[in-house]
């Protein structure tokens, strides 16, 4: 952390001076609710001279989490340290924050604090608000529900996905859906914004209802002999001490395991963990996986055995009865399929741009190390058609039999233990109907239009309303974290659309900016929990979230607010049961130790901090009883086996519609790849918009979360990433401001020009806070401005990485922009 940046202290005041002029409430903001002044950081090593220290936990959506100490001295937090239990084992291993979570102290002392329940008074997104009493508050929300299940049904409640509390045991669900389902239900999602693609595409490949991890990094880290990172960063996206970060790093100590990253940016892990990089243009895995196949097939280097056992579909032997001869995947790969077209290696360089000769090379490698651990990230799926990618790599697992074996994989993520837990019940859902987490825009506009073989809609045959109540609770997509940023803003600003939108946060938004309501929550910090760990391989742990400080301001726990609206709604007794929020966290380590017998009781939980759980499997191997013994434990798809032709999604191809289909919306039995809409080959004829652009998940921040606190803006500036041919052809410097076009918006950010990523590919990370110049043109960086909100074929999920746009100098940039100080306030 720099030593040189403002002191807390500085920043905050000043930026409170400001956020309050620009939020419109004026002097009343500062005045009303008391300020509460940032604290000074103790010179480093001093101990607080009184006090005490309290566990706590970061809880956003890195996938890791790390116990945070939090060292409280006269009601403030003064300091933030990391785990000190655990040693340096691999399965005992010190769970240490990363940079964003010990700064903490930062996030929960924020100027763009929101400090009391906001009204809109302007119109919606003009950024006019009117402090409120609670009381009023919990009575306008009471109305307008009440208003909207009478008018138009509980169909027309929506809740957000938002990842801003992941998955601690209370504040994860907040006790909104319990609410909903208390009083008629709200309309679901399915899928996620993470792995959307491949967590819909796997119950046809190998039958699990959500993506089918692989084996453990430990396992990986102990047994392996080749390790593939595919569209993989663990150093960036699991950086938790405990999570992967270390454990690939472990991996990496062993000298007799290669490890290959595929990535079109030599990214951290890349650099810190890879013997090899391969490179393949952004969204072409599957056309890679099929010049490797070929080359594994011809050479005769595939595993035959395990796919004659275990697979359907490879040959023309092993195909479900009834589909015409040319409908393997063997055939698809010799030119004896639809297409008549060799996958041969030099057909998938150029469709690639990696070069023949490693396509190859990776292939032997690939099929003759054993074994072999292929963990793919969600990069490669979140494409358009990426539930074909992730299938397609899902192939290269089973045709090198590494499915179930110690030291190999499935294909899918690197995989982790969960023991079961307790978590606040959030009861069930009356409403039947979900749609996709990516759908929300459009049930908005067009909701009763909106079908099961068009849409996805699931549970009924169609939506019977648009969504007129939306809640955004730890999240921000109305105006960051979903595709094209103008599109959204325009759907959500409509009034007559969604009739009422209520964000809770504990920071001032982008999102926050567009809702009717606001409703300030408290941090971690000041409420009860209790957070487990996420994906941190086979080292399971549970931390104690103990309240280290009372709420902020006026901020209340969002399960104070639900238990006041619930009172409101003539369910209270129902909500609480008669518990308060720590009642809940009391109740829960009870009922988890029913579950867990050695689970400490609260107040050992409180002095302990983190209590570990054994993985009772020790390392753990995906698909292992698959593997032992296939005819006793099937997998759930209709032949049992792994389905690498998918006998449903060939009878699916057949009834789903697309409405306004673009190029590569298809669904299709095999893992075949598709020449998309803005794909690698579309790049190359498009004279106006040829760069391809993803949005990598970035260091400084989590998604949005973290991205307006100075330091980690300091130290992790957003660049954008740009290879050095594209910049020299466009004349562009590193450290340049660019602008990156394409005709869905405008943004402005730094160029960082550099060899790590292959030319024709930017990176802009994604999750940046929006800073809007009067043209509309932002100049924080969000790469959502550029992305497409139009739906992969199967999952109706997310094609975020899938942008063509071009790039140049910019000019006319207003002042100041970029600057590591907080900008809640600006414009939306
Ligand atoms: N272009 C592009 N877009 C993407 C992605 C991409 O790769 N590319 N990735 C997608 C993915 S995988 C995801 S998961 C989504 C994430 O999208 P979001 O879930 O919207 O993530 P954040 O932007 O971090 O928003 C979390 C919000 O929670 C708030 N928060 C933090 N702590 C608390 C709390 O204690 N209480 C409350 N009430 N709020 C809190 C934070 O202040 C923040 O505003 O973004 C998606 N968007
Ligand atoms: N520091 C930090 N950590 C995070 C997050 C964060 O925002 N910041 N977000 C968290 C969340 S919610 C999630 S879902 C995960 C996200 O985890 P991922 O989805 O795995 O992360 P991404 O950065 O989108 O993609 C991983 C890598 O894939 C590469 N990639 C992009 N397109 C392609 C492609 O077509 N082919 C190949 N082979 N590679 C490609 C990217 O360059 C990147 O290095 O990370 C989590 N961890
Ligand atoms: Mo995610």
Known sequence: MPPTALTTTEFSRRSLLRWSAVAGGGA?????????????????????????????????????????????????????????????????????????????RQRIYNPD?????????????????????????????????????????????????????????????????????????????????????????????????????????????????LLVLWGNNPQETRMSGGGNTFTSLWAHKRSDLRIVVVDPRYSDSASLLADEWIAPRPGTDAALVAGMAYVMVTENLHDQKFLDEYCSGFDEEHMPAGVPKGNSYKSYLLGEGKDRTKKTPAWASRITGVPEATIVKFARELATTKPANITQGWGPQRHANGENIARAIYTLAAMTGNVGIPGGGTGGREGYYWPVTQWFPDGDNPVEASISFYGW?????????????????????????GIKFMLSYGGNVLASQHGDVNRTKEIVS???????????????????????????????????DLIPSEYTGDM??????????????DSKPAYDMCTE????MGVEKEFTEGRTLEGWARHMQAETVKEHPDFPDFETLRKKGVHRYQNPDGLTVALKEFREDPKKNPLATPSGKIEIFSSDLWELAKT??????????????????????????????????????????????????????????????????????????????????????????????????????????????????LERGPDGTDH?????????????????????????????????????????????????
């Open 565 to 568: 609206i619930a009172k409101r």
């Open 113 to 225: 604090r929101i400090k009391k329940p906001l009204k809109r008074v302007g119109k919606r997104g003009e950024g006019k608000w009117q402090e409120i009493s609670w009381e009023e508050a919990f009575d306008l929300f009471a109305k307008k529900l009440r208003y909207t299940i009478d008018t138009y049904g509980n169909e027309a409640i929506f809740k957000t996905y938002g990842s801003g509390v992941w998955n601690a045991h209370i504040a994860y669900s907040g006790g909104w859906k319990r609410l909903f389902n208390l009083l008629g239900g709200s309309l679901d999602y399915y899928g996620n914004y993470s792995y959307g693609q491949i967590g819909t595409c796997t119950k046809y490949h190998y039958g699990a209802d959500d993506e089918q991890m692989s084996n453990s990094f430990e396992d990986a880290a102990t047994n392996s002999r």
């Open 780 to 828: 924080g960086g969000v790469v959502n401005i550029l992305t497409s909100q139009h739906p992969t074929p199967l999952s109706k999920g997310n094609a975020q990485h899938t942008v063509l746009a071009q790039v140049q100098l910019a000019t006319d940039v207003p002042d100041g922009v970029g600057r590591p100080t907080p900008r809640a306030g600006s414009p939306v």
């Open 656 to 769: 789903w519609t697309f409405r306004d289909p673009l190029p590569g919306d298809e669904i299709t039995a095999l893992p075949v790849h598709l020449d998309t809409w803005e794909g690698a080959v579309e790049a190359r004829s498009n004279e106006k918009y040829p760069l391809q652009v993803i949005g990598h998940h970035f260091k400084g921040r989590t998604h949005s979360t973290y991205g307006n606190l100075a330091y980690n803006r300091e130290a992790h500036p957003q660049k954008a990433w740009m290879n050095s041919l594209d910049a020299a052809d466009r004349g562009i410097k590193n450290g340049d401001r660019i602008l990156v076009f394409n005709d869905r918006g405008r943004l402005t950010v730094p160029v960082m020009v550099t060899p790590r990523i292959m030319p024709g590919v930017v990176s802009v990370p994604q999750g940046a806070w």
């Open 28 to 104: 009343a903001l500062l005045g009303g609710c008391g300020t509460k002044e940032a604290p000074a950081t103790p010179a480093p090593g001093a101990i607080p001279p009184k006090g005490r220290t309290v566990w706590s936990a970061c809880v956003v959506n890195c996938g890791s989490r790390c116990p945070l100490r939090l060292q409280v001295q006269d009601g403030t937090v003064v300091r933030v340290l990391p785990d000190d239990t655990g040693d340096d084992s691999l399965l005992g291993r010190q769970i240490r924050a990363c940079v964003r979570g010990r700064n903490m």
């Open 441 to 465: 825009t459009d049930a908005i506009v067009r909701g009763p239009e909106m079908t099961a073989t068009a849409d996805g809609v699931r549970g009924v045959d169609k939506l019977s309303t």
């Open 494 to 528: 409509d009034e007559s659309l969604c009739e009422f939108i209520c964000v809770v946060d504990n920071q001032m938004t982008a999102s926050a900016q567009l809702a009717d309501l606001v409703l300030p929550d408290t941090t971690a910090a000041e409420r009860w």
């Open 540 to 553: 399971a742990y549970l931390i104690m979230g103990e309240k280290a400080v009372e709420p902020l301001f």
